[in-house]
Structure formats: structure tokens, C-alpha cells
């Protein structure tokens, strides 16, 4: 069974749609990816599944029952968590502060400590920085906060919002062998969102492609690879 | 002036400045954090003095139970203020804006006209106290030339209390970073589980009841009170949060000693060199002064971050 599932979904900002006919399916313990250039619907996708933004049409299931209607701190709690585009960090409070906010939920307060010392041992420049304010840190450090910080909340599944957006490559490069590795050693089920379709494609199971808010494409890594399409309208090959 | 005079009006000063600093944590709470410009704040506070008075008097009861009592009755206040007036304007907001922070202060302010009539009407103009209750077997402390009353002391114990507890919610419990959170990026917290709504619901209780609770305060500090006496806590209690840095308690603590210092040695200058009258308006004039200069030259206060 897929850990989650969107069917037919149509959505959008007041009166303006911006999703049709959306339907994905996440499998458990793998990095499912959307690629989608800008403005192609990848964070609307993401609002829907977190609750933020209600879908107009079809359903949205986790574990196989429907969460249509669950606000976003109900979702939480049931392990849909998200690193949201843009950070959106707590500048006022310090790195340890937003750890433990992140070990909000009663799931999550359980394993405090073993998750403090995962993501410490994956981001040790957080345990240096424990006591600065979040507001105070580079755009890297921002990036591994953001990810520390869903991590803290115990995810039955990771949301990630274009975690490479506006990072030196070389920081890039280290946040997506997290992710991988988040896969590889935690078995933790991945869904990510990129225009940065390359770095994506490489650590992808499974991947979808997103146009003007319409799935126009879906299939393995090694399928997307191959992709005509793809390799001439993303990869400029 | 005399040296004494000038002693006197600086312990006077900063025992009353202790009361203000406490006074102006529910402010700093409700508009430093959550952006709800309560204008009716000095208007709550006296809703918790005359609660006491009305306790105390009417039903007999001690005013320490009352005091209990007005903290209840805060945090039901609060309550029925988030549902009645906040919850539509800022429940799902995510970031406050400007837009809504003035919708605040308008609504704050038809309350405080709505609860001061209210006062005039059913309570009157005539001041109300706790009569001749007094903190400790005796009325007042001399110091030498020094008269100190006992109630005085018992407000600044309790002000520092207060402040103390309310600066360590805020900053050392789960509720304290939630509420902190929200007021930064609500949709943020929604993600980590935290329930902004609950939490801005919260936020109002704790506020109110500490401001109700500060009315106690006032009372003891004042002897009596009047429904004019919130036209001189609201204006000086937004001068203090700004001094201090908007949701900073302690900053705001810090900020009720300078103005009560500076208020009360002003008051004792210009009543000595010019006119005894003129004293206590003019004071204030120089609170607001100080609020001008702290906008224009250290706008973030002078603890803010
Ligand atoms: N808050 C909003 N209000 C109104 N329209 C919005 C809002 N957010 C996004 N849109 C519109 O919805 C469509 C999809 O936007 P979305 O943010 O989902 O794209 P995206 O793929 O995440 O893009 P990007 O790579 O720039 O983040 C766009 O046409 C956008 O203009
Ligand atoms: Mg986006």
C-alpha cells in the first residue's frame, strides 16, 4: 500500500486553479520525486498534502484513509511533515529551541533524545550552534536546520520543498546525500520536490513530472532518464 | 528641592515603577507577540482592581482569595475576548500585517470606550479602594524621614513575582516557545503539529489574567481608584513596552522602573520649581517625550533584538 496517495485532485488560490487532475502515489521507505519548472504547481501539490490548502476535487489519503479536512497540526501529528520552501524558520529562536519545537507532537516527544543525536551526528554544525538564534545562520546551515528540524517531528513521511533553492553547490551536493541517505540507512519514506532536475533524478525510485499544474509524465528513475522529453526540455541534452 | 524630597521622590518612583513594569507584561505579551494592539489594556487592569474591590468589600472575602479569584476570571476573559473579538481577525493569519494590527487597535479601542462607560455607569466616579486593609501588622514603614506604605511593598513583591513567572513561561516552557513560534511563522508551527489557533486562544488568556491580575496592583499601589485611573496606566503601559522592546518582559520590566523613576523625580522637580498643578500632567508629557525620542532613535527598544 502507498504510504500516500493523491486521486484526481483539482485545487487553487481563490479563483485560479492551479492543479488538475493531480494523482501520485508515495511508496514506503523510497524518494519519490516531482520535477516541475517554475511555477508548475510543485508547492501547491505539497500544500494540499500538508493540509495548508484544501483540494477542490478528489481525495488525498495517507495509510490508505482519507485526511481531506484534517488541518495541518492534526496531519502532523499522524507523521506528515514537511521542509517547507523557503525554510521558514523561527528567527528568534535559538537552534536548539526550533529542535525541540520540532519534537512537538506526543510521537515525536518520545524519541527526543534519539533524534537529537541523529540529526546532531548528521548536521554536527547544529550542536555548535545550538545556543544562535536561527535567524543568525548561513543559507546552509538554514537549509540543515529546516530538515534538523522535520526530522525532530519523527516523519512517517518527509515532504521536501526544493531544499537545493538558492544553496552554493557544493551545499547541495551535501543535502541531497542526506536525503539519500535518509533513505538508505533510516528507510524513511521521501517525497521531493526539485526544479533541479539532475541533482533529483540521481537519488529518485520513482519520479512524476509536473507542467502548468498537470501531471504530464510519471515512470522509474531509469524510465525519466531515458525520457526524450526529458532529456531535451530539462536536462538540455 | 530638599535632599529628602529628592530621596523620597526616587523611592517613590521606583516602587511605583516596579508596579508598571508589571503592569506592562500583559501588553508586551498581547501586542509584543501576538500583534493585538489592546488599547483597552489599562481598562482590563482595572477590571481585575474593581473585581477585588467588589469581592472584598461586597462578599467580605480576603483579598488574597480574590486575587485568585481575578486570575480565574482572567483567563475566562480571555476566553470570551479571543472568541468574541480576536479569533476572525488574527485566528488564521499566518503573519501578522500591519492591516491587521490596525483592525486590532480599532477594535481594542471600541471595547475601551464600551468598558469605561460601562465603569462610569454601573461602578461611578467616586474612587473605590480596599479601605484600610493593609499587608503586614502595620500601614506604613518609616525610614527616617522615609514613610514607606506596607501595601507599596506588597505590590512590588508580587509585580516581581509576577514578571518573574511570566518571563519564565515564555522562555523556558514548551507553551512559551509554541507561543513564540506562532507569532513568527504560524503556518511553520502548523507543520511541526502546534495549533496556532489554540495557541493565540492562549496567548489572550494568559495575557488578560495577568493584566487582571495587575490590577491588584494598581489597587494597592493607588488606595483608590477611579475609571479615569486606566487613562493613565494605558498610554504610560505602551510607552513602557516600546522602552523595552516589544515582547520583552524583562525589557519591559526594566522600561516600568526608568519611567517610573523619571515620572516621579518630574513630577517632584516641576512641583518644586514650578507648579504643584501642573505637576502631574506635565510629568506625563515628558513619559510621552521619552516614547517620541525611543521611536525616532531606538525604535526596537532599548532590549529589543
Ligand atoms: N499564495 C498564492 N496565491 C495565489 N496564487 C498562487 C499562490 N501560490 C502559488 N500560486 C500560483 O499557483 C501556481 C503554482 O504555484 P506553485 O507555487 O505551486 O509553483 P511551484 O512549482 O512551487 O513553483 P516554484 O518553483 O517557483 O516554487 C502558480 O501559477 C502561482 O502563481
Ligand atoms: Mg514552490
Redesign the pocket.
Known sequence: MAVLELDKVDT???E?Q?LWDVSLKVQEGGITVVL??????????L?VITGILSPWKGDVKFLGKSIVGTPPHKRAEMGIIMVP?GRRLWPQLTVYETLELGAYTNRAKEKFSENLELVYQLFPVLKERSKQLAGTLSGGESQMLAIARALMSSPRILLM??PSLGLAPKIVLDVFKVIEKLRDDLKMTVLL?E?NIHMALQIADYGYV?EQ?RIVMEGTREELERSEKIRKAYLGL | MGLATFVISIVHGLLWGVVLGAVSAGLTLIWGVMKVVNVAHGEVALLGSYLIVGLYCALGLSPYIALIIALASGLAVGIAMYWGMLHKLVGKVEVMTLRVEMSTLLIMFAFSVAITNSYYYFIGSEPKGLGLWHFGPKSNINIGYLVIRTNSILACILAVALVAVLHLLLAKTTLGKAIRAVMQDAQAASLVGINPVKIKMQTTMISIAVTMLSGFLILLHETSIIPGTAALYTPLSFVIVVLGGLGNIMGSFVGGLIIGLVYGLSKAVIASVFNPLASAPLALSIAFIILVLTLLFKPEGLFGR
Do not use: C, H, I
Not at chain 1, 36 to 45: D, E, P, R, V, W
Open positions: 487553487g488560490y481563490g485560479a492551479a516541475g519548472s517554475n511555477g508548475a504547481g510543485k508547492t501547491t501539490t500544500r520552501e520543498d526544493e520536490v526544479q509536473l499544474g
